[in-house]
């Protein structure tokens, strides 16, 4: 009986192609890519030539736990780190630096404009929609008679 699911299991395993899962989490990230670069030897010219190292490594069964935007920020410092040359490169990895600045500024302005603003107490309410609010609502629905 065990080896007959040992079989099935084997048989499924190698129908659907089924990998070995690595985990791989944002704070081993560029630890892992870095040892994918060296172990294979890959050569990373560009941007392009990390996309389709990246998606070897999942098809190798590598899966990323961790947001998109913090693997791209991942692929791109490896990629300029690797060809520090690259213009279009650096502009990649300049142009997500200056848009966290501009965030944590546009955050910092927000705070500094909400707590320097005059506090003022509860607007109240004009008389008559004071008296408004203190009349019972009409009922929508109808009364038919029969």
Not at 68 to 83: F, G, H, Q, T
Request: aromatic fraction near 6%.
């Amino acid at each position: 009986m065990v080896t007959c699911v040992q079989q099935l299991q084997k048989r499924f395993v190698n129908q659907y192609n089924m990998k070995d899962l690595k985990i791989v989490k944002d704070t081993d990230v560029h630890q892992t890519i870095c040892e994918w670069i060296t172990e294979k030897r890959v050569v990373i010219g560009d941007y392009e030539d990390m996309k389709e190292m990246v998606l070897n490594m999942i098809r190798a069964g590598h899966c990323f736990s961790m947001d998109r935007d913090r693997l791209r920020d991942a692929m791109e410092d490896i990629a300029y780190m690797m060809n520090a040359e690259d213009d279009a490169l650096k502009d990649r990895v300049l142009r997500s630096l200056e848009y966290e600045d501009e965030e944590d500024d546009e955050d910092y302005q927000d705070l500094v404009r909400t707590s320097t603003a005059p506090q003022r107490g509860p607007k109240r309410a004009p008389q008559r929609a004071q008296e408004e609010a203190n009349e019972p609502e009409e009922s929508p629905i109808e009364e038919i008679e029969d």
